[in-house]
């Protein structure tokens, strides 16, 4: 019964280069969400997804920043062009349903752009 | 745009007495509010949850209440162990589905 599953756990990337980030819901669920934690501070929201379908992306960065959740496997979060400032770990949650059933997170992947 | 808020960044108790975090928010909207610990290096994992509709919550050793009139949740830990420090986030979610963190409050419980 494997929970959230996120991969890499740890991503080391130059300026300029592309990040991808990689999310596989719990069995069941069909919401996912992306969260960015920067250096001592908290959670913030980035994107919630259901299958093909953006819900609401009003915490991405306008630019550099996309999500998708296919149809066929995992949810993908992709940094084009990354910066220092890109640094942090990016935490995916599911949920089969309303989000008062509880997120399950995955362990993170932490970015790192040197 | 900052819809929930921990003001306490950090907050340390002796082993066997009461934690108390708190929270606030601004969005009137929520309806279903949530608190999650983190452990270094791990995800957040669900703690507690609480209805609008209601003004308490109980599980074990864990209390959440909920203060509507004045956009206010609290966390009350009763007897505080000290496995029990890490950081605590306190959560949000409305219709749309999608969930409003706030900034953490690191626990510390001292044996």
């Known amino acids: 019964n494997a929970g959230v599953m996120q991969n890499p756990r740890h991503l080391v990337r130059r300026r300029g280069q592309e990040a991808r980030l990689r999310c596989s819901p719990m069995k069941g669920h069909s919401h996912v969400y992306w969260y960015r934690q920067l250096p001592e501070e908290g959670l913030k929201f980035m994107v919630y997804?259901?299958?093909?379908?953006?819900?609401?992306e009003s915490g991405m960065p306008k630019e550099r920043f996309s999500a998708e959740f296919p149809k066929e496997g995992p949810s993908i979060l992709r940094i084009q062009q990354v910066v220092r400032g890109d640094s942090a770990a990016y935490f995916c949650?599911?949920?089969?349903?309303?989000?008062?059933?509880?997120?399950?997170f995955g362990s993170g992947t932490r970015l790192t752009v040197v | 745009d900052q819809q929930v808020k921990q003001n306490s960044p950090s907050l340390s108790v002796q082993e066997g007495r009461i934690s108390i975090l708190n929270c606030d928010y601004t969005?009137?909207?929520?309806?279903?509010f949530l608190w999650y610990k983190k452990y270094p290096a791990e995800g957040p994992t669900f703690l507690i949850s609480?209805?609008?509709?209601?003004d308490k919550n109980e599980d074990g050793r864990f209390t959440v209440f909920l203060n509507k009139s004045a956009k206010h949740l609290s966390l009350h830990i009763v007897p505080s162990q000290p496995g029990d420090s890490a950081v605590y986030f306190c959560?949000?979610?409305?219709?749309?589905?999608?969930?409003?963190f706030g900034a953490g409050t690191r626990l510390t419980v001292k044996p």
């Open positions: 997804l259901q299958k093909e379908n953006i819900i609401d």
């Open positions: 609480i209805s609008s509709i209601k």
């Open positions: 959560a949000a979610s409305g219709i749309n589905n999608d969930m409003r």
């Open positions: 949650a599911s949920s089969p349903s309303r989000a008062g059933s509880g997120y399950t």
């Open positions: 969005n009137s909207m929520f309806d279903y």
